[in-house]
């Protein structure tokens, strides 16, 4: 669906929108919707992995990053780069950490959408100045300690100085919030304390805040930079002052979390990822979705449809296979799109029966409104072939509807035992390789910011690994589905743990098992 534009769909138009402190359950409902329209979405460096993996790969990306010290992109050149996509006629994000009217420059580059007359709109987003000390646990506000927040800018123009009232900040008696200040701390510290404030002001620095890396610092005024170069702070980080920073001994939280402070990469398929990430959120963690496989129907599908024809027709006993839950989806959809329903299986005199490899298969079709009377306890092709091989009645007929590549030891034990098998292909396995996140994830593996990442195919495994070449793979640890998709990840060096069963319950369970604090 297109971004409606009715004022000048020649020139396009441009959203300047804030992407949040880095949690990705902080990005605005607006600002993931125009990540999924936009044609053009133009980013820097303070937007996390963990939303970055929400950018579709079919969207065009331009990255103007900004680190402290490191300006690769002039902020003139991204005015120009905004001005010339949207004259291209393209709907422009331009996704900023953050808010992009608190410190984010997005005045400057409004200046200069405005004197070209491309239309815009401003997305605000949750600012850093609130919500990284919220989630160390100071409340920037607070009846008994402080009753009004004030953020400053503690970075400097090129070649210039930061420069502060300190006179004027200390009389405000409220909370102070330094954007960007680490390389200036001292010179912040040292003009607060000349300015008449309090030595034993309480004061905190607040590394990475949000995010999986989130670190605190706290202390006094007086005593704050010898602690922040103790504990070897980085950016990006905010420096805080005032008597709410005294709370944050009691009142912290986020790394208290189940997995607080943890940070997981997600292969599945994305139409199926959200019920893994979703739990790993609730429990604290950072989650980085990075499918490593999605499946593509295969269509026109002759053979599943002669094979639904002639169902019911061969044997007294016919059984349905599926092995996977995207299997079932596409089988069903097809059936749907071929004027058929389940009375279509059921008329023809047969006994119907069902098998599914695993319970998130099981769970696929119980949403289809069927219940599988065979799921093997072990997940693998081949336990389910040697459990189907000792259920289905002699002389029985098995369709098995499955990827066009599936894995070879499904059908030795159905054939050894004398049984009919038609194999249909429903679906390729194709695997996806994420340009934009490939060198990003291999930086964080190897720097040892992801925890684990979570496998639960043999495809995902291969698909991962293709996307992620050249990584040291023997870092990586590996939370597998089941004893099929770890051997394929111990082909590469991989450190790996297997859930005790297969499903995503298991898996998180097992993750909580490796990773989880105790409470």
């Known amino acids: 669906m297109k971004m409606e534009n009715t004022q000048n769909e020649k020139k396009g138009k441009v959203w300047l929108a804030g992407a949040g402190p880095g949690d990705g359950e902080l990005?605005?409902?607006?600002?993931?919707?125009?990540?999924?329209?936009?044609?053009?979405?133009?980013?820097?460096?303070?937007?996390?992995a963990e939303i970055l993996s929400r950018i579709p790969d079919t969207k065009e990306v331009i990255y103007v990053g900004k680190h402290a010290g490191?300006?690769?992109?002039?902020?003139?050149?991204?005015?120009?780069?905004?001005?010339?996509?949207?004259?291209?006629?393209?709907?422009?994000?331009?996704?900023?950490?953050?808010?992009p009217f608190v410190f984010g420059?997005?005045?400057?580059?409004?200046?200069a959408i405005l004197q070209e007359e491309i239309p815009f709109e401003v997305v605000p987003g949750v600012t850093s100045a609130a919500a990284?000390?919220?989630?160390?646990?100071?409340?920037?506000?607070?009846?008994?300690?402080?009753?009004?927040?004030?953020?400053?800018?503690?970075?400097?123009?090129?070649?210039?100085?930061?420069?502060?009232?300190?006179p004027a900040l200390v009389r405000l008696d409220g909370t102070l919030v330094f954007l960007m200040g680490l390389s200036s701390m001292e010179f912040i510290l040292n003009g607060l304390t000349e300015a008449g404030m309090?030595?034993?002001?309480?004061?905190?620095?607040?590394?990475?805040?949000t995010s999986a890396g989130q670190r605190r610092v706290t202390a006094t005024v007086t005593t704050l930079k010898e602690e922040s170069d103790r504990a070897d702070i980085k950016t990006p980080a905010i420096i805080v002052v005032?008597?709410?920073?005294?709370?944050?001994?009691?009142?912290?939280?986020?790394?208290?979390?189940?997995?607080?402070?943890?940070?997981?990469?997600?292969?599945?398929?994305?139409?199926?990822?959200?019920?893994?990430?979703?739990?790993?959120?609730?429990?604290?963690?950072?989650?980085?979705?990075?499918?490593?496989?999605?499946?593509?129907?295969?269509?026109?599908?002759?053979?599943?449809?002669?094979?639904?024809?002639e169902f019911g027709t061969h044997a007294a006993q016919e059984w349905l296979v599926f092995?996977?839950?995207?299997?079932?989806?596409?089988?069903?959809?097809?059936?749907?799109?071929?004027g058929m329903d389940l009375r279509s299986l059921l008329v023809r005199g047969a006994e119907v029966r069902i098998a599914a490899i695993g319970s998130g298969t099981a769970a696929a079709l119980r949403g289809r409104g069927l219940i599988p009377d065979l799921v093997p306890d072990v997940y693998s092709a081949a336990a389910l072939g040697d459990a189907l091989a000792k259920a289905a009645a002699k002389d029985s007929h098995i369709t098995v509807a499955r990827a066009a590549k599936g894995s070879e030891e499904l059908l030795p034990p159905l054939l050894a035992a004398g049984l009919s098998v038609d194999d249909i292909p429903l679906y390729r396995t194709v695997y996806e390789t994420h340009p934009l996140l490939q060198e990003t994830v291999r930086d964080m593996l190897e720097n040892g910011e992801i925890d684990a990442v979570t496998f639960t195919s043999a495809s995902t495994v291969r698909g991962f690994t293709g996307a992620v070449k050249d990584a040291d793979y023997t870092k990586i640890r590996a939370v597998c589905i089941g004893?099929?998709?770890?051997?394929?990840?111990?082909?590469?060096?991989?450190?790996?743990?297997?859930?005790?069963?297969?499903?995503?319950?298991?898996?998180?369970?097992?993750?909580?098992?490796?990773?989880?604090?105790?409470?």
Not at 80 to 89: M, P, Y
Not at 323 to 338: K, M, N, Q, V, W
Request: proline letters at 5%; a neutral charge; glycine letters at 8%.
């Open 27 to 48: 990005l605005t409902l607006k600002t993931a919707r125009l990540m999924e329209q936009a044609d053009v979405i133009v980013y820097d460096a303070l937007i996390s």
């Open 70 to 99: 490191n300006h690769p992109v002039p902020q003139e050149e991204i005015n120009q780069i905004l001005v010339r996509e949207a004259k291209k006629g393209k709907h422009v994000l331009r996704l900023k950490g953050g808010d």
């Open 105 to 111: 420059r997005g005045g400057e580059e409004l200046e």
């Open 132 to 166: 990284v000390p919220a989630y160390a646990g100071i409340p920037v506000t607070h009846r008994d300690y402080a009753s009004s927040f004030h953020v400053i800018t503690g970075h400097a123009r090129k070649g210039g100085k930061v420069e502060l009232d300190f």
């Open 198 to 209: 309090d030595p034993d002001m309480p004061a905190a620095v607040l590394e990475k805040g």
């Open 242 to 309: 005032g008597k709410v920073c005294a709370l944050s001994a009691r009142m912290h939280w986020a790394e208290d979390r189940v997995l607080g402070g943890r940070q997981f990469l997600i292969t599945r398929p994305r139409q199926s990822s959200s019920s893994l990430a979703g739990r790993l959120r609730a429990l604290g963690a950072q989650v980085i979705e990075m499918p490593a496989i999605r499946t593509e129907p295969i269509c026109p599908n002759e053979r599943l449809k002669e094979a639904l024809e």
């Open 323 to 338: 092995t996977s839950p995207a299997g079932a989806d596409i089988f069903f959809d097809r059936l749907t799109e071929l």
């Open 483 to 519: 004893e099929q998709t770890a051997a394929e990840a111990a082909k590469h060096g991989m450190q790996i743990r297997v859930s005790d069963q297969a499903s995503m319950d298991a898996m998180v369970e097992k993750i909580v098992e490796l990773f989880g604090k105790t409470r």
